[in-house]
């Protein structure tokens, strides 16, 4: 039998989490939450725990997964691929002119969160695009890199998880599936996912709360003290930020070097093509439809694929316009790679995290000690407090969804007979997309989460600056999204639902949110 850690299996990410928003260093918390879980495995042996933290874990479970390497080396390669387009003066030129059509921060802004909707297709991809896409811009109109760092996380995972062909799609439906088959229920697992949809009240609200945040122009709680530092002052990043991303002066273009947007535009282009026939080749191409190829690929070996293809387009049309010689280019790209090494440390350690906390069974034991209390027209609701606690807790959305969802449908199922109901009723399918959103929510929260860390790396944000200021606005949504878990249990159509939930964000953004201009004045 597995050695049982019981509520032990909490410290850890507690201790990461806690002394990472309290000291604000996220590579030590990381790593001193790790070595605490490490030296509870090793009957509380220090100096064990010390060797193998790094032996076992960091090396052994996090840089020998396939997956993690795959992340990681996606992050290299972007940066690259970024380092090159600055050195041919395509990110200077874009700047420049979508600088001239922004009219007003709200415009830049708005910008921003329709492109985290239109990459809708992977979370990481979205996070490290629109980022390093748009920074400049964003920049330019001193907007603070905690506002823009929340505006593309909350866009990137909530777009992701609900869109019907995305890198998300395989794992909600084979788990639905894999739940219906052990219940022997018949129901096509892909319109149980489109029904689930008006239950995502989270990820739905969140997008809406994201918008009103930017058209009506306020904020509240340290986002507000974010802005007005930024707009009073020019500092986007706070005095002592970390960004966990590095700006190198020595990517920019060199002297006499007149850049175009379409030296931005084409490695984007490509790397998008690359990214959606990637998708599908590897998740199976002619033998699959296009939802289930996607669904099947490995995104990680995909977006590197169209990193370091789009790296070689741009450095080949780069040397044909003589814009900078090979030797030059390559240094560019290596100098971009280094630009990312601080947020491959900290998704390094978050790997070796996670790979501790589903060593001590944390989501076993959770789940053991709130399974009980689970009653009838409250399940949706309850489960989704479960949800976002185990994502907050363990970094992953995915992982709270592939050990929640097995358990959640049986007991939806059952409360739906009990109280008369059908079997895919209401709190079936309201408890399906409370797992769903929930899962996205926690993610949200967590500093050890790899779509928030890449968040925060895409923008340039300190991250725990990021966490600090995203996580009231989240947290404001979950209780609107938990109050309407309780409605819908009871029977009120989703739909209200989502309406009274947009109400009660307007009516909470105009009234406590203060406004401001783009100055930094308070109006």
């Known amino acids: 039998m597995e050695p049982s850690f019981g509520w032990l299996a909490i410290l850890p990410p507690v201790i990461a989490i806690g002394l990472a928003i309290w000291k604000r260093e996220v590579v030590i918390s990381l790593l001193l939450g790790t070595f605490v879980g490490v030296t509870i495995i090793n009957g509380w042996n220090p100096v064990k725990g010390l060797l193998e933290t790094f ?54 802004m708005l910008a921003t969160f329709l492109m985290t909707l239109a990459i809708f297709f992977d979370d990481y991809a979205n ?57 022997s229920i018949k129901a096509n697992p892909m319109i149980i996912f489109f029904q689930t949809i008006p239950f995502r009240f989270y990820s739905l609200l969140a997008l809406f709360f994201a918008f009103m945040i930017i058209f009506l122009r306020r904020d509240f709680g340290p986002m507000l003290e974010a802005e007005l530092r930024a707009r009073r002052t020019g500092k986007v990043n706070r005095d002592g930020a970390v960004p966990i991303v590095t700006e190198d002066k020595s990517l920019l273009p060199d002297e006499g070097i ?102 001590m069974g944390l989501s076993t034991w959770i789940i053991d000690s709130l399974r009980n209390i689970l009653s009838g027209h409250l399940v949706p609701a309850l489960t989704f407090v479960v949800a976002a606690f185990i994502a907050t807790a363990t970094g992953t959305s995915w992982g709270t969804c592939a050990i929640l969802m097995p358990i959640a449908i049986p007991i939806s199922v059952g409360f739906a007979e009990i109280s008369g109901g059908s079997e895919l009723g209401i709190i079936v399918i309201a408890t399906i997309g409370s797992v769903l959103t929930g899962s996205v929510m926690g993610d949200h929260c967590s500093p050890i989460s790899d779509t928030t860390i890449l968040s925060s790396t895409g923008a340039g944000a300190d991250h725990i600056d990021h966490v600090r200021t995203q996580m009231p606005y989240a947290i404001v949504v979950a209780v609107i999204a938990f109050i309407l878990f309780i409605f819908a249990g009871y029977g009120l159509n989703p739909l209200w639902c989502l309406l009274l939930g947009a109400a009660t964000v307007f009516a909470i953004i105009r009234f406590v949110g203060t406004k401001y201009n783009d100055k930094g004045e308070i109006i």
């Open 258 to 359: 007149v850049g175009t947007i379409y030296d931005m535009l084409v490695p984007l282009v490509v790397f998008l093509l690359v990214v959606v026939v990637g998708l599908w080749y590897n998740g199976g191409g002619m033998e699959k439809s296009i939802k289930d190829a996607f669904g099947d690929a490995d995104a990680s070996v995909v977006l590197t694929w169209g990193a370091f293809i789009s790296s070689i387009v741009i450095i080949i049309k780069g040397v044909i316009n003589k814009k900078f010689t090979l030797k030059e280019a390559v240094d560019s790209w290596i100098a971009g790679v280094k630009t990312m090494l601080v947020a491959c440390i900290v998704l390094c350690l978050a790997f070796a995290l996670k790979a501790v906390i589903d060593e």
């Open 127 to 183: 996070s490290l695009l629109v980022g390093n896409t748009m920074r400049p811009i964003s920049d330019s109109q001193n907007i603070s890199r905690e506002k823009f760092s929340y505006i593309i996380d909350t866009g990137a995972a909530s777009a992701s998880s609900i869109a019907p062909v995305s890198t998300w799609i395989a794992m909600e439906i084979g788990l639905i599936a894999t739940a219906f088959q052990a219940l």
């Open 55 to 108: 032996s076992t874990y960091i090396v052994g479970k996090s840089l020998a997964d396939a997956w993690n390497v795959g992340v990681i080396l996606f992050c290299l390669a972007i940066g690259g691929m970024i380092g090159i387009i600055s050195k041919t003066g395509g990110t200077k030129a874009i700047a420049d002119a979508l600088t001239r059509k922004a009219s007003s921060t709200r415009s830049t």
